[in-house]
Nanobody, 122 residues
Framework: VQLQASGGGLVQTGGSLRLSCAASGGTFSGYTVAWFRQAAGKEREFVATKRMGRTYYDDAVKGRFTISVDGATNTVHLQMNSLQPEDTAVYYC??????????????????WGQGTQVTVSS
């Protein structure tokens, strides 16, 4: 499965963006899908995931971000609202079959998109 992320850009504080991750060479069926992000000089960190119909979010984005899967288009979305400067990072989509205890860890995912830059200006 190849993943292609898109939708990043420059937005002002309080603005919104919608990231997309399209799969080719396969479908998301049976996979856990997730978004991670990596700010400059920092490690990649968990943002959100959807596993077996349930969604999980990092506390930093809970209530502001929403992960969803469009089965018809084989695309995963991340709707990001009320963006803050600390949300600035490269965002990566991922797919895999992690066990529940590893859904927030990069090692649980075998497929990764190339990343899309999100910059929030203050």
């Amino acid at each position: 499965v190849q993943l292609q992320a898109s939708g990043g850009g420059l937005v002002q504080t309080g603005g919104s963006l919608r990231l997309s991750c399209a799969a080719s060479g396969g479908t998301f069926s049976g996979y856990t899908v997730a978004w991670f992000r990596q700010a400059a000089g920092k490690e990649r960190e968990f943002v959100a995931t959807k596993r077996m119909g349930r969604t999980y979010y990092d506390d930093a984005v809970k209530g502001r971000f929403t992960i969803s899967v469009d089965g018809a288009t084989n695309t995963v979305h991340l709707q990001m609202n009320s963006l803050q400067p600390e949300d600035t990072a490269v965002y990566y989509c991922a797919a895999g079959r992690p066990i529940l205890s590893t859904i927030s860890r990069t090692l649980g995912y075998g497929y990764w998109g190339q990343g899309t830059q999100v910059t929030v200006s203050s």
